[in-house]
Antibody, heavy 121, light 109 residues
Framework: EVQLVESGGMLVQPGRSLRLSCAAS????????MHWVRQAPGKGLEWVSS????????HYADSVKGRFRISRDNAENSLYLEMNSVRPEDTALYYC??????????????WGQGTLVTVSS | DTVMTQSPATLSVSPGERATLSCRAS??????LAWYLQNPGQAPRLLIY???TRAIGVPARFSGSGSGTEFTLTISSLQSEDFAVYYC???????????FGQGTKLEIK
């Protein structure tokens, strides 16, 4: 059974940094691209970032480009999101999501339960 | 950016009845359209991709149709677990991003 467990979410002040983690199990981690998708409280879904199976390709939403950095450690079956210069509009539940393929289209067939990031002074 | 607009915002249907949800794109997305279901307090679940292909394990009562700018998700006979929020997602301009609709809440009538 695929399991994705996010951690690292917390209350953080605007302008500070934060690192989210996602521990994956139940599938061959380095066979799949991975993504971060967020959901602001009471709002819809927003794709944030993606990384291919071998870290060769990363993509970012315009709203986070230049501030967030995605990475993965295939030896540790882990996905990360480094969030810098955070803003109040980054407040959201951040989901780790498994893609359906090693690269290619952003289709998410497994999701974690999310980790909450709150940006406030 | 391609804007996805879902309608209606809320749909009230009785169990066992058919539900039809709509999603419109601000420009053509071909067949690069997916649907997700999100139950309260849970993560989303992939239902449909390629506008009409059911994901693994998705019941046959879920069907998707459409292409270009107009898409429909039909649930033929509503079960209790189907009352949730549904999101459409376009991925036609990937890797320049993908966008979700604002969601349709399907509630029990």
């Amino acid at each position: 059974e695929v399991q994705l467990v996010e951690s690292g979410g917390m209350l953080v002040q605007p302008g500070r940094s934060l690192r989210l983690s996602c521990a994956a199990s139940g599938f061959i981690f380095d066979d799949y691209a991975m993504h971060w998708v967020r959901q602001a409280p009471g709002k819809g879904l927003e794709w944030v970032s993606s990384i291919s199976w071998n870290s060769g390709t990363m993509h970012y939403a315009d709203s986070v480009k230049g501030r967030f950095r995605i990475s993965r450690d295939n030896a540790e079956n882990s996905l990360y999101l480094e969030m810098n210069s955070v803003r109040p509009e980054d407040t959201a539940l951040y989901y780790c999501a498994k893609a359906t393929a090693a690269a290619g289209y952003p289709l998410f067939d497994s999701w974690g339960q999310g980790t909450l990031v709150t940006v406030s002074s | 950016d391609t804007v996805m607009t879902q309608s209606p915002a809320t749909l009230s249907v009785s169990p066992g009845e058919r539900a039809t949800l709509s999603c419109r794109a601000s420009q053509s997305v071909g067949s690069n359209l997916a649907w997700y279901l999100q139950n309260p307090g849970q993560a989303p679940r992939l239902l449909i991709y390629g506008a009409s292909t059911r994901a693994i394990g998705v019941p046959a009562r879920f069907s998707g149709s459409g292409s270009g700018t107009e898409f429909t998700l039909t649930i033929s006979s509503l079960q209790s677990e189907d009352f949730a929020v549904y999101y459409c997602q376009q991925y036609n301009n990937w890797p320049r991003g993908c966008t979700f609709g604002q969601g349709t809440k399907l509630e029990i009538k």
